[in-house]
């Protein structure tokens, strides 16, 4: 596709349960993104993926967080035994290089109940 | 810790006034200074991106300018227009990958 594509575009789940959210980034990119925006907090680096080099996890708030890309294109962010403060809005982006633009994608809006 | 800040938190104007919105940063170590919008329920657009070395960029009505010394940028908005109401966020990127948000501005430009 011509932008960053998410998926879900919304997850409600209960308390407890594992969710996976899943990225496609613009075709090329060699660089992917995650964020989280809530409430109150802003905007929260999470991870960053660039090309086959390990990734920068220092962003994850808990361990119940992991994150994967698969042969560099799509990734999947999953949060185990969510808790009602992971509820925001999970936004992943991509971009040619690092340093450069970053292109965002509409979001997950997740709710944990 | 890298610290961004935009001032002011909220601008409502009639159209076509020329703006100005602020963003400061506390640690001037920055590869690069980037502007984005956002509208309601979607992702962000990316506006302008203004490397380490660089003054100012300018992108149709749109220009801003970095001042690494003094930890300042801002995005100055020539003829508004209805169509430019959003929230508009600042980040500072102080390592590849990792962007510091500013908490926006949310601009209301009204007929």
């Known amino acids: 596709g011509a932008g960053v594509s998410q998926s879900p575009s919304n997850k409600v789940t209960e308390k407890g349960k594992d969710v996976e959210l899943r990225c496609d980034p613009i075709s090329g990119h060699t660089a992917l993104y995650w964020y989280r925006q809530s409430l109150g907090q802003g905007l929260e680096f999470l991870i960053y993926f660039q090309g086959n080099s390990a990734p920068d996890k220092s962003g994850l708030p808990s361990d119940r967080f992991s994150a994967e890309r698969t042969g560099g294109s799509v990734s999947t962010l999953t949060i185990q035994r969510t808790q009602q403060e992971d509820s925001a809005v999970y936004l992943c982006?991509?971009?040619?290089?690092?340093?450069?633009?970053?292109?965002f994608g509409s979001g997950t809006q997740l709710s944990v109940l | 810790k890298q610290e961004v800040t935009q001032i002011p938190a909220a601008l409502s104007v009639p159209e076509g006034e020329n703006l100005v919105l602020n963003c400061s940063f506390t640690d001037s170590a920055i590869y690069n200074l980037q502007w984005f919008r956002q509208d309601p329920g979607k992702g962000l657009t990316s506006l302008l991106l203004i490397q380490s070395s660089q003054r100012e960029q300018t992108s149709g009505r749109l220009n801003a300018s970095l001042d690494k010394s003094s930890g300042r940028s801002t995005l100055y908005i020539a003829a508004s227009q209805p169509g430019d109401s959003a929230t508009y966020l600042c980040?500072?990127?102080?390592?590849?990958?990792?962007?510091?948000f500013g908490q926006g501005t949310i601009l209301t430009v009204h007929p």
């Open positions: 982006a991509s971009s040619l290089e690092p340093n450069e633009k970053l292109f």
């Open positions: 980040a500072a990127c102080t390592s590849y990958g990792k962007l510091t």
